[in-house]
Structures are given as structure tokens and as C-alpha cells.
């Protein structure tokens, strides 16, 4: 078995060799805004929680990855995405993991102007398949505001809103590699 998915991988790296690397394209650098460390406010029903996001170019600047970590009323939660652009499906696609549920969440969507619309498939509170609703706008480079809406029929309900805010400092105390979005996403909240 081991050989097999090692003789596999080798037939894909000779395959990738052969065509070179794949360069970002126009719609991947639109991305780029969202990286580095962000403090999170968020509200759920009507309940106020802090948290931290950190947002990292993956392999070849190809995908965003995002780490999570928040205090939700005394519970800790993390989320782990993957984020980028296929050029074959003309959509964004993303994943999404949390520590609230045992099911992927996956994405696709477009980008007009500074708002991302993404359409996500996932798993309820009940157990049962939801479909969401998720609007990300960018507000210049150090704010931008995320909407989570729960989709029933045509009518979208507000399930959550994370207004972001880029942390200060991000030019000091850089992670091993001195790129920016590098510090741990463990890290509570900045105090303004």
C-alpha cells in the first residue's frame, strides 16, 4: 500500500515538474488584503466574544489559510480554512474546520469589488445539511467585516457578524521567518 501512494506521488511530482509552477493569477492576489493578524469582535445572538485571526499564504500563494481562536462565553474555540481561487470552476472554494463540529464545511463563491459572497454546505445544529450564506467586505487594509447568514428557501437570517480590525504592530515580534502574519494565532486580543 505504502509503495503504491509513494510510485502515485512521484507520478504527480514528474507531472508537476513537466508543466513548472503555477503562477497566481489576478483574482488569487485579491486575497492578499486579508493577510496578516486581526483582532475579531464578534456577535451571535446578540452575545459579544473576542477572538484572534491569523491569515497565511499557503502553498505558491495560491490559498489563504486561516487560523481562529476565540473565548465564545467562557468556551474556547478554534477554526482552521483554506481559501483560494479555481481558475477551472471560475469560483473561489474554501474548507472550513471547527472545534463545534465534527463535519467540513465547504465554499465557493465570487468576489465583486472589495465584497466576497460565498455559498457554504455544511453540517446543522440539528445534525441535519444547512446551507449558509457568507459575505466577507474588505474596508480599506485594516478593517473588513464578515457576515454569516443561515439560508431557508430564499430568505437569509443573520447568524453572525465578525468585525475585524488589522492588530497593531504587526512589524514587531514576527514569527521564525520575519513574514508578516506569522505570530501565533493562539495570541489573545490586542489592547488599543
Not at 152 to 162: A, F, R, S, V
Amino acid at each position: 500500500m505504502r509503495s503504491a501512494v509513494f510510485a502515485l506521488l512521484a507520478g504527480f511530482a514528474t507531472a508537476a515538474a513537466a508543466q513548472g509552477p503555477v503562477e497566481p493569477s489576478a483574482e488569487h492576489k485579491k486575497l492578499s488584503g486579508m493577510v496578516g493578524r486581526w483582532d475579531a469582535t464578534l456577535n451571535a445572538g446578540g452575545t459579544e466574544s473576542k477572538g484572534v485571526m491569523v491569515f497565511k499564504w499557503g502553498p505558491g500563494k495560491l490559498f489563504v489559510v486561516s487560523d481562529f481562536n476565540a473565548d465564545m462565553g467562557g468556551m474556547k474555540f478554534t477554526g482552521h480554512g483554506v481559501s483560494g481561487y479555481d481558475p477551472a470552476k471560475k469560483k473561489y472554494v474554501g474548507i472550513w474546520t471547527d472545534s463545534m463540529s465534527p463535519s467540513m464545511m465547504t465554499v465557493e463563491g465570487t468576489m465583486e469589488g472589495d465584497v466576497m459572497t460565498e455559498i457554504g454546505t455544511g453540517v446543522g445544529p440539528d445534525g441535519k445539511p444547512m446551507k449558509t450564506k457568507m459575505t466577507t467586505e474588505m474596508k480599506g487594509k485594516d478593517a473588513m467585516t464578515f457576515k454569516m447568514y443561515m439560508v431557508e428557501g430564499d430568505k437569509d437570517n443573520l447568524m453572525m457578524t465578525i468585525e475585524y480590525k488589522r492588530a497593531p504592530n504587526q512589524g514587531k515580534g514576527k514569527g521564525k521567518g520575519g513574514k508578516e502574519g506569522d505570530k501565533k494565532p493562539d495570541a489573545k486580543p490586542s489592547d488599543k
